[in-house]
C-alpha cells in the first residue's frame, strides 16, 4: 500500500471510530438514525477499500462497542480474532477476566444489533476511550501493511517462477511442495513416521451453498431439470468461511497454486498482476508475456496497458528515421488542415494520412531520404 493509500484508510477508520462513537453516547433518536446510516455508508466502503480490510474493520468495531459496553478497554479481541498485534501500554493489557469469554461471531447483523447507547460519558471519559480507539487503530494498520508487504514478497517469489515451463508443467501437490522449498508458506512441522511431514495450518472451511431443492425439481426430467436450470440460474456455489487475516492470505495463495496462476510486474507501475486472455474460449491459456497491466496509471486516466502501448509507439519512433519523418510531416499537415479548414478539408486530410502511412511501409531506414522525396511530393498534390 502507498502512503496516500494508507492515508485514506487511516482517513476512513478515524471516521468510523466517531460514528461508532456517537452512535454509543448518542440519546437522540434522530440523530442515532442519523449516524445509523452514516455507518451503513463507512462500514461498506471501509469493506470495499480492500478485501483485506475486512476483518480489521470488524474488530474495530468490536472493541468500541464491546469498551463501551464492559467499561473494559478489550485489548483482548487482538487476540481472540487472530490479528497478532501487542500492546505494550499496562494500562491496556487484556483483563483476565475476558480472556476465557466466548464472543459472539463476527458479523454485521451482531454488531447492529450491539449499538445501542450506554449511559452518558463525561468528557475525561470520552477523551480517554478516544485516545485508546486511536491507538488500536494505528496498530491496525501498522500490521495490516506489514501483512500486506509480507504477502507481497509471497507473490513475488512465485512471480519468479511461475512463468517457468518446469514449474508451470509439476502437478498440484508437486507445485505446493516446490513452493514450500521456496519459502511461500511457512508450514507447520510434524513428526510423523516413517518422516517427518508438513501441513498447512488453517481454519477455513470449505462449504457448498445453493438454493434449496424442492420436490417438483426431483419429479423432473433430466432435460426439463436442465433447462429450469439455465432459466433460473440454479447452481451449488463454492463458498469458503474464512475467520482471520492469516488464512485468507494462506487461501489466496493456494488458490493461485493450485490453479497454475502467473503472475507478472508490470512494467509501467510496478505492481503484480495475474495476465488474463480476452477470448472467451475457456481452453485457451492467458497470455504469460504480457507486460502491461489494466490499472488506472496514477491521475492520466489510462490504463498502464495503454501507456505501454503509447511507449511502444514512441519507442519505435524514436528508433525509426522515417517514422520520424512521418511524424513531423503528419503535424504539419494536420496544422495546416486545422488552420485552412475549407481549403484542406478533414476528407483530404484522412486520404493524405492514409496514403503516407501507407508510403513508411514501402521503405526501409536506409532510404530515409527517398522516402523524404516521396512524402513531399505527396504531401504537395494536397497542399501546394
Same mark, same amino acid.
Given at each position: 500500500?502507498?502512503?496516500?493509500?494508507?492515508?485514506?484508510?487511516?482517513?476512513?477508520?478515524?471516521?468510523?471510530?466517531?460514528?461508532?462513537?456517537?452512535?454509543?453516547?448518542?440519546?437522540?433518536?434522530?440523530?442515532?438514525?442519523?449516524?445509523?446510516?452514516?455507518?451503513?455508508?463507512?462500514?461498506?466502503?471501509?469493506?470495499?477499500?480492500?478485501?483485506?480490510?475486512?476483518?480489521?474493520?470488524?474488530?474495530?468495531?468490536?472493541?468500541?462497542?464491546?469498551?463501551?459496553?464492559?467499561?473494559?478497554?478489550?485489548?483482548?479481541?487482538?487476540?481472540?480474532?487472530?490479528?497478532?498485534?501487542?500492546?505494550?501500554?499496562?494500562?491496556?493489557?487484556?483483563?483476565?477476566?475476558?480472556?476465557?469469554?466466548?464472543?459472539?461471531?463476527?458479523?454485521?447483523?451482531?454488531?447492529?444489533?450491539?449499538?445501542?447507547?450506554?449511559?452518558?460519558?463525561?468528557?475525561?471519559?470520552?477523551?480517554?476511550?478516544?485516545?485508546?480507539?486511536?491507538?488500536?487503530?494505528?496498530?491496525? #494498520?501498522?500490521?495490516? $501493511? +506489514?501483512?500486506? *508487504?509480507?504477502?507481497? /514478497?509471497?507473490?513475488?517469489?512465485?512471480?519468479? &517462477?511461475?512463468? !517457468?515451463?518446469?514449474?508451470?508443467?509439476?502437478?498440484?501437490?508437486?507445485?505446493?511442495?516446490?513452493?514450500?522449498?521456496?519459502?511461500?508458506?511457512?508450514?507447520?512441522?510434524?513428526?510423523?513416521?516413517?518422516?517427518?511431514?508438513?501441513?498447512?495450518?488453517?481454519?477455513?472451511?470449505?462449504?457448498?451453498?445453493?438454493?434449496?431443492?424442492?420436490?417438483?425439481?426431483?419429479?423432473?426430467?433430466?432435460?426439463?431439470?436442465?433447462?429450469?436450470?439455465?432459466?433460473?440460474?440454479?447452481?451449488?456455489?463454492?463458498?469458503?468461511?474464512?475467520?482471520?487475516?492469516?488464512?485468507?492470505?494462506?487461501?489466496?495463495?493456494?488458490?493461485?497454486?493450485?490453479?497454475?496462476?502467473?503472475?507478472?510486474?508490470?512494467?509501467?507501475?510496478?505492481? #503484480?498482476?495475474?495476465? $488474463? +486472455?480476452?477470448? *472467451?474460449?475457456?481452453? /485457451?491459456?492467458?497470455?504469460?508475456?504480457?507486460? &502491461?497491466?489494466? !490499472?488506472?496509471?496514477?491521475?492520466?486516466?489510462?490504463?498502464?496497458?495503454?501507456?505501454?502501448?503509447?511507449?511502444?509507439?514512441?519507442?519505435?519512433?524514436?528508433?525509426?528515421?522515417?517514422?520520424?519523418?512521418?511524424?513531423?510531416?503528419?503535424?504539419?499537415?494536420?496544422?495546416?488542415?486545422?488552420?485552412?479548414?475549407?481549403?484542406?478539408?478533414?476528407?483530404?486530410?484522412?486520404?493524405?494520412?492514409?496514403?503516407?502511412?501507407?508510403?513508411?511501409?514501402?521503405?526501409?531506414?536506409?532510404?530515409?531520404?527517398?522516402?523524404?522525396?516521396?512524402?513531399?511530393?505527396?504531401?504537395?498534390?494536397?497542399?501546394?
Amino acid at each position: 500500500m502507498d502512503s496516500k493509500n494508507f492515508e485514506k484508510l487511516n482517513t476512513l477508520y478515524d471516521e468510523l471510530i466517531n460514528i461508532v462513537c456517537t452512535l454509543k453516547e448518542c440519546n437522540n433518536e434522530k440523530i442515532h438514525d442519523e449516524f445509523l446510516d452514516k455507518f451503513f455508508a463507512k462500514v461498506e466502503e471501509c469493506l470495499f477499500f480492500s478485501p483485506y480490510t475486512h476483518f480489521y474493520t470488524q474488530t474495530l468495531i468490536d472493541i468500541i462497542v464491546k469498551t463501551y459496553d464492559t467499561e473494559v478497554f478489550r485489548t483482548d479481541l487482538l487476540f481472540k480474532y487472530k490479528i497478532g498485534v501487542f500492546i505494550e501500554e499496562k494500562k491496556y493489557y487484556p483483563d483476565e477476566f475476558f480472556a476465557e469469554t466466548s464472543e459472539s461471531p463476527l458479523v454485521f447483523e451482531t454488531m447492529l444489533c450491539n449499538l445501542h447507547s450506554v449511559d452518558e460519558l463525561s468528557k475525561n471519559e470520552h477523551a480517554e476511550y478516544l485516545e485508546f480507539f486511536t491507538k488500536i487503530k494505528k496498530l491496525l #494498520l501498522e500490521n495490516f $501493511i +506489514t501483512k500486506q *508487504n509480507d504477502l507481497k /514478497q509471497r507473490l513475488e517469489a512465485i512471480s519468479e &517462477y511461475s512463468n !517457468n515451463p518446469l514449474v508451470m508443467n509439476l502437478g498440484i501437490e508437486e507445485r505446493l511442495f516446490f513452493y514450500e522449498a521456496k519459502r511461500v508458506f511457512n508450514l507447520n512441522y510434524v513428526a510423523t513416521s516413517p518422516s517427518p511431514s508438513i501441513f498447512l495450518d488453517t481454519n477455513f472451511k470449505t462449504k457448498y451453498v445453493s438454493r434449496v431443492v424442492t420436490r417438483e425439481h426431483q419429479k423432473l426430467s433430466t432435460e426439463n431439470l436442465i433447462s429450469l436450470m439455465e432459466q433460473e440460474h440454479l447452481y451449488v456455489e463454492k463458498v469458503t468461511e474464512i475467520d482471520n487475516i492469516d488464512d485468507q492470505i494462506k487461501f489466496e495463495l493456494l488458490t493461485i497454486i493450485e490453479n497454475n496462476f502467473v503472475i507478472n510486474k508490470c512494467k509501467n507501475c510496478g505492481k #503484480l498482476f495475474i495476465p $488474463i +486472455t480476452s477470448s *472467451n474460449n475457456k481452453n /485457451q491459456k492467458a497470455r504469460t508475456d504480457q507486460k &502491461y497491466c489494466d !490499472n488506472i496509471s496514477l491521475d492520466t486516466g489510462k490504463t498502464c496497458k495503454q501507456i505501454g502501448a503509447l511507449n511502444k509507439r514512441k519507442e519505435k519512433v524514436e528508433n525509426s528515421p522515417i517514422l520520424k519523418e512521418f511524424n513531423k510531416e503528419y503535424k504539419r499537415m494536420y496544422g495546416l488542415h486545422y488552420n485552412h479548414p475549407k481549403k484542406f478539408t478533414e476528407k483530404q486530410f484522412k486520404d493524405w494520412s492514409k496514403k503516407a502511412k501507407k508510403l513508411t511501409t514501402k521503405f526501409t531506414d536506409e532510404q530515409v531520404e527517398k522516402f523524404k522525396v516521396e512524402l513531399k511530393n505527396l504531401s504537395k498534390k494536397y497542399w501546394s
